[in-house]
């Protein structure tokens, strides 16, 4: 006669979990990294300033602010993209594409300005799931599948423009028009979209499973979620991103050239891991991208008002990556994250 199981003793008080210290650790941790990326923006604010006399002025912050835009919101998509442990190079050139369509919508096809901002944008997002789509199905890496796509989608560009700048003049020029305090409407634009993005990366079920796929994608799977719409869905929203950086640019320069974003992908992954996106996937945070975003333009713009050359300024900003990246390493190590 087989006796009944023997009923496991409830926890003790020690030894059940306790949350809602784990999540004040967590906020706890976030807050310093938000407090330790503003305390490098102020250091550098201060050190510009004390080289240059020109540095710290209301017209210098304006021109930064209306210079970032674009940058700010391809990092958002780049963001999401690294976080699922995928990187997209394409980003410059589906930028140059989108507001080549736009341009030619504009001057050949003579299509109002709405229909053809909208075309520039279905642009990016095409050329986003594009990507997204063959690296899913063919389980091709994300780098190789972008790589092809930023050479195709260039020349796509050159085609469009027959590689030549299109002026489109003042029909776009409304999202770069000084809007408070001089400030553009493009920049406002970006700053919204860096609240929505963090609202759902942090608040939503879509940013769970961002970061579930960049943790353990396998995981994911055996829980019943499919990753690759998903991942399909992250990279077509990066690339619509890229094609309203098409726009915002456009607006600026009241122009389309093919030559435009040649290397802003460098940029953009550069502000993402200034910011402490992990290139592993599984951990980073829209809001302390747009701090890289600052960074990265705060430092350009002291290093051309203290006569750095271009060169000089190159080394300095790879070698504030490499340090931003070693930083980042040993907190995680410290805070026992692999």
């Not at 701090?291 to 333009?297: D, E, K, N, S, W």
Request: net charge neutral; charged share 10%.
């Amino acid at each position: 006669m087989s006796l009944p199981p023997t009923p496991s003793p409830a926890p003790s008080p020690a030894a059940a979990p306790r949350p809602a210290v784990g999540l004040r650790a967590a906020l706890h941790g976030q807050m310093g990294t938000y407090l330790g990326l503003a305390a490098v923006l102020a250091g550098m604010v201060v050190l510009f300033s004390s080289l240059s006399q020109y540095f710290l002025t209301f017209d210098t912050f304006v021109s930064i602010a209306n210079e970032i835009p674009a940058l700010t919101v391809m990092a958002i998509g780049m963001t999401f993209v690294l976080i699922i442990a995928g990187i997209d190079l394409s980003v410059g050139s589906v930028l140059a594409l989108s507001a080549a369509a736009t341009a030619a919508a504009i001057l050949q096809w003579h299509w109002s300005m709405p229909a053809a901002a909208a075309l520039g944008l279905v642009t990016g997002l095409l050329c986003g799931a594009i990507t997204g789509a063959v690296s899913v199905a063919w389980r091709l890496p994300s780098f190789i599948v972008s790589l092809g796509m930023l050479e195709a989608v260039r020349g796509a560009a050159y085609l469009v423009t027959d590689s030549r700048t299109q002026y489109v003049g003042d029909a776009i020029s409304g999202l770069a028009n000084p809007w408070i305090g001089g400030i553009s409407a493009a920049f406002v634009l970006a700053v919204v979209l860096v609240v929505i993005g963090h609202l759902v990366l942090t608040r939503t079920v879509f940013g769970r499973y961002v970061v579930g796929i960049g943790t353990n994608e396998e995981a994911m799977r055996l829980a019943g979620i499919d990753p690759r719409p998903i991942s399909i869905i992250v990279f077509a929203a990066t690339g619509l991103l890229a094609g309203l950086a098409g726009l915002m640019q456009s607006a600026r320069l009241e122009a389309a050239d093919p030559n435009a974003g040649v290397g802003v992908e460098l940029q953009v992954i550069a502000a993402v891991v200034i910011g402490g996106t992990s290139l592993m996937g599984g951990r980073g945070s829209v809001i302390n991208t747009f701090f890289g975003v600052l960074i990265i333009a705060v430092l350009g713009a002291g290093l051309v008002q203290i006569g750095a050359s271009e060169p000089s300024k190159r080394i300095v900003t790879g070698c504030v990556i490499v340090v931003a990246v070693i930083i980042d390493t040993l907190r995680q190590r410290r805070a026992g994250t692999p």
